[in-house]
């Protein structure tokens, strides 16, 4: 079986989902990694000590933005070229643009947001959550099309690089059109927190923190142990947060080592974004809350009292 993991990168460097790809269970396959974009030969090393037998790079100012439709053009047309059983991306804003492309444009099947793939003797199975998350189902690949796979970040832990490890190397020549949209701007969100999509751990406040100044309490311990914070939709509407730290449904899917929810009740479409988090810890005043269904660990108390005792004990821990 031939494997493609396209890899994402920035400011020259591999993304953490992207070497989390490494770590699923290709078992015998034969694995090729594809960079695309300009200047991307330095990802070439990275990509061969993470285990790709062989690293394709697509080198091209017309890619050094990586808009969905010059990368998909570009990896469309390498994807032809190589014949691979299966695509494998990370499922983040870049993955989930360009799979269904890439899915549509090469007639290929497709399954994402994948939290489980077997790639078991030649046949590829996958699971993913359904219904907000309240059932998952298991998906198989029934003939031999292309196989199209995004993969939820933080679903596997990535391996150790091994230095001793090389990937054979070669340049991939892709004729590309003129292009029907151009990046003019990428204006910076102005957070220095991790993104909830990436960090390993996240401190989530919810309603109950009551304004956006209030929300001090859970970023002082976030800034404690290296989280990111997020928010549940109740407290975005409510003008405390930005949209962009909202957890579920309508907001980010997250899946990290730790989710600390804190005042929050634990409705379906929060659940729906956190709940294949490895540990949940609720804090609440109330012991119904639905929140402690999905927790590991729960402490029924009042935030305002329990965060800032958290925070002081990180802090002790860290030493300041
Ligand atoms: C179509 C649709 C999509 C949605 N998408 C999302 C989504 O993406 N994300 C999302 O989060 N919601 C989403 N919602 C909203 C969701 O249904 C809930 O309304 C929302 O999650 C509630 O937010 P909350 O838990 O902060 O607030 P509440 O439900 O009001 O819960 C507050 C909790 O705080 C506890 N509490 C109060 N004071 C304290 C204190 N001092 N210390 C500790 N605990 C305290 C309370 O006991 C309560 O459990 C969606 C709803 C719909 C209809």
Redesign the pocket.
Request: hydrophobic letters at 30%; charged letters at 15%; glycine letters at 18%.
């Given at each position: 079986m031939k494997i493609l993991v396209i890899a994402e990168h920035k400011n020259g460097a591999l993304s953490e989902a992207t070497r989390e790809l490494f770590g699923l269970p290709f078992g015998q396959a034969e694995v090729h990694a594809v960079a695309a974009g300009e200047g991307v030969e330095p990802l070439a090393a990275s990509l061969g000590q993470l285990g790709a037998a062989k690293v394709h790079l697509i080198d091209s100012p017309v890619l050094a933005d990586g808009t969905g439709e010059s990368l998909d053009q570009a990896i469309g047309q390498f994807i032809e070229q190589l014949a691979p059983d299966a695509v494998v991306v990370a499922h983040t804003p870049l993955g989930k643009d360009l799979a269904p492309r890439l899915a549509a444009a090469l007639d290929a099947a497709l399954a994402t947001d994948c939290i489980q793939v077997n790639l078991d003797g030649g046949e590829v199975t996958v699971r993913r959550p359904v219904y907000a998350g309240k059932a998952t189902a298991e998906v198989e690949f029934t003939d031999d099309s292309l196989k199209v796979i995004t993969v939820r970040p933080r679903t596997v832990k990535a391996p150790e690089p091994d230095a001793a490890r090389s990937a054979e190397v070669a340049t991939v020549a892709v004729e590309l059109p003129e292009q029907k949209t151009a990046l003019r701007e990428i204006l910076a969100g102005g957070n220095e927190r991790p993104d909830v999509t990436e960090a390993a751990i996240i401190v989530t406040g919810?309603?109950?923190l009551g304004s956006a100044e209030n929300f001090s309490v859970i970023e002082d311990f976030a800034d404690s142990i290296g989280a990111a914070v997020g928010s549940?939709?109740?407290?975005v509407d409510a003008g405390y947060r930005p949209y962009r730290d909202?957890?579920?449904?309508?907001?980010k899917v997250v899946s990290p080592q730790v989710y600390i929810a804190?005042?929050?009740?634990g409705?379906i479409?929060?659940l729906a974004?956190m709940r294949t988090s490895k540990h949940i810890v609720a804090?609440?005043?109330?012991p119904e809350?639905p929140i402690f269904q999905v927790a590991d660990y729960g402490i029924v108390g009042?935030?305002?009292e329990i965060v800032p005792l958290l925070a002081e004990a990180a802090k002790n821990r860290n030493g300041n």
């Open positions: 919810g309603r109950s549940s939709r109740a407290a909202q957890v579920g449904q309508t907001g804190c005042g929050v009740s409705a479409q929060h974004g804090i609440n005043t109330d809350a009042d935030l305002f």
